[in-house]
């Protein structure tokens, strides 16, 4: 069974860094598309960043690029999401999650707060 466990959130003043980080259980983690996603209260879950199984390629939100990035580190099963210039409005809950072979992210990690303020 795979675990997604996220660690590293926290609070923040505007302005701020934090990385959060997710650990993967099993030894399958490279051959997997990851994703960050977050759910701020009283909204959906939206898209963050993902990145390719090598970390060839990567994507973002728009209104994450140029602020956060997103790597991964094959060697620990860990993939990463630094975020920088922090904003209230980036306040949630942070989830990391593994696509599956299709398109469907199929495994998630229990989420981790950000709370970011002014």
């Known amino acids: 069974q795979v675990q997604l466990v996220e660690s590293g959130g926290g609070l923040v003043q505007a302005g701020g860094s934090l990385r959060l980080s997710c650990s993967y259980s099993?030894?399958?983690?490279?051959?997997?598309?990851m994703g960050w996603f977050r759910q701020a209260p009283g909204k959906e879950r939206e898209f963050v960043a993902a990145i390719s199984w090598n970390g060839g390629n990567t994507n973002y939100a728009d209104s994450v690029k140029g602020r956060f990035t997103i790597s991964r580190d094959n060697a620990k099963n860990t993939v990463y999401l630094q975020m920088n210039s922090l904003k209230p409005e980036d306040t949630a809950v942070y989830y990391c999650?593994?696509?599956?072979?299709?398109?469907?992210?199929?495994?998630w990690g229990q989420g981790t707060q950000v709370s970011v303020s002014s």
């Open positions: 999650a593994r696509r599956g072979p299709g398109t469907t992210y199929d495994y």
């Open positions: 099993e030894r399958t983690f490279n051959s997997y598309r």
